[in-house]
């Protein structure tokens, strides 16, 4: 069986004196207990921190959350990133078939399109020739005309 027992500090047992107006001075001794910022130990501290790259300092502040928080945060963040990837791949995939389907639809009906606008262009033209020639020669038979014109 292990007994503890107390410790005191010998600094921390010695008792104050006072002064002759009752205050309590710091003697010239306890000066050098004092440390400013200024001192070795910071110095140190500082140099061990320049030291350290991002990544020592992202994955040490791991330990400050239990192992329970650090579970759920590491599921979270696949299932957002498994989401993240099934709906870009299905975007992808939805993207292909459309514009697939755009041009094997579109472009033939594209063509077919400015092939109608063409004969209708090509119908207004023979009807201008034929308001032309109508006025050109008046009195004459429809019939006759549209064997000039065919002509």
């Known amino acids: 069986m292990v007994k503890l027992t107390e410790v005191e500090d010998e600094h921390f047992s010695e008792k104050p004196t006072a002064t002759k107006h ?39 502040l ?33 993207l292909w078939v459309i514009s697939t389907s755009a ?10 399109y400015a092939e109608e606008e063409q004969y209708i262009q090509l119908e207004r033209e023979q009807g201008m020739i034929k308001g032309a020639n109508e006025m050109l020669t008046p009195g004459t038979e429809p019939e006759k005309q549209e064997a000039q014109a065919t002509l």
């Open 22 to 60: 009752d205050a309590l001075l710091v003697s010239d001794d306890e000066d050098e207990d004092y440390s400013d910022t200024e001192s070795e130990i910071s110095n140190e501290d500082e140099e061990v921190l320049d030291e350290e790259s991002m990544y020592e300092r992202i994955s040490a």
């Open 62 to 94: 791991k330990d400050m959350l239990p192992p329970s928080a650090r579970r759920t945060i590491t599921s979270s963040v696949s299932t957002l990133t498994s989401f993240t990837k099934a709906s870009l791949s299905f975007s992808g995939r939805a």
């Open 103 to 112: 041009f094997l639809i579109g472009v033939p009906w594209a063509l077919a």
